[in-house]
Nanobody, 124 residues
Framework: QVQLVESGGGLVQAGGSLRLSCAAS????????MGWFRQVPGKEREFVAT????????YYGDSVKGRFTISRDNAKNTVYLQMNSLKPEDTAVYYC?????????????????WGQGAQVTVSS
């Protein structure tokens, strides 16, 4: 079992930056690929970024490529999402998720554990 807790969300002006953190607990965090997804009410969950257990492989959604960076610190059981050059369309609830496998995935259905979500609001 893995428990995930996101933090770092908030309100920021367009062009600004935020860093989300996701702290994991539970002995099975080891070997888990991690991902970030976001969702706006009334819309489908959108893939944002994923990183493999080793941290070597990372993929990004087209809408955030070049602006967001995913990273992880396995010693701290924490994954991060650095968000730069934020746009109003980035406004959403951001969810951290963990796979029961080491390889990264862009599909939300491949993830077993989910955090409670962190609200990110970007004003224009």
């Amino acid at each position: 079992q893995v428990q995930l807790v996101e933090s770092g969300g908030g309100l920021v002006q367009a062009g600004g930056s935020l860093r989300l953190s996701c702290a994991a607990s539970g002995r099975t965090f080891s070997g888990c690929a991690m991902g970030w997804f976001r969702q706006v009410p009334g819309k489908e969950r959108e893939f944002v970024a994923t990183i493999s257990w080793s941290g070597i492989t990372a993929y990004y959604g087209d809408s955030v490529k070049g602006r967001f960076t995913i990273s992880r610190d396995n010693a701290k059981n924490t994954v991060y999402l650095q968000m730069n050059s934020l746009k109003p369309e980035d406004t959403a609830v951001y969810y951290c998720a963990a796979r029961a496998a080491a390889g990264s995935s862009t599909l939300w259905s491949d993830y077993v554990y989910w955090g409670q979500g962190a609200q990110v609001t970007v004003s224009s």
